[in-house]
């Protein structure tokens, strides 16, 4: 079964820092502009980050900005979101997809909560 497994995630207190992982299998990721996404309780699925298929271009979305780094390993099938300096308002299960997003490969997520 195809689907994006992310990791990476846990509890972190504020100031401190996690990186991510995304994998899939039977699934290349290389051929894809890949993004990670966050839902936070009681709101959408927003768009944190993305980045082209060789890693030459990055986006992201203005509250993460300076704070995280996207980025992708095609050899090893991976995408990474390192993130620094978070935050209570980045608590919120975290996501990977293409761009725009293939429905039906939705992983379950991993969960990231910062708190004291």
């Known amino acids: 079964q195809k689907q994006f497994v992310e990791s990476g995630g846990g509890l972190v207190q504020p100031g401190g820092s996690l990186k991510l992982s995304c994998v899939s299998s039977?699934?290349?990721?290389?051929?894809?502009?890949m993004s990670w996404l966050r839902q936070a309780p009681g709101k959408e699925r927003t768009l944190v980050a993305s980045?082209?298929?060789?890693?030459?271009?990055?986006h992201y979305a203005e509250p993460v900005k300076g704070r995280f780094t996207i980025s992708r390993d095609n050899a090893k099938n991976m995408v990474y979101l390192q993130m620094n300096n978070l935050g209570p308002e980045d608590t919120a299960v975290y996501y990977c997809?293409?761009?725009?997003?293939?429905?039906?490969?939705w992983g379950q997520g991993t969960q990231v909560t910062v708190s004291q």
């Open positions: 997809n293409t761009v725009p997003v293939l429905e039906q490969f």
């Open positions: 980045i082209t298929t060789i890693g030459g271009l990055t």
């Open positions: 039977g699934f290349t990721l290389g051929d894809y502009v």
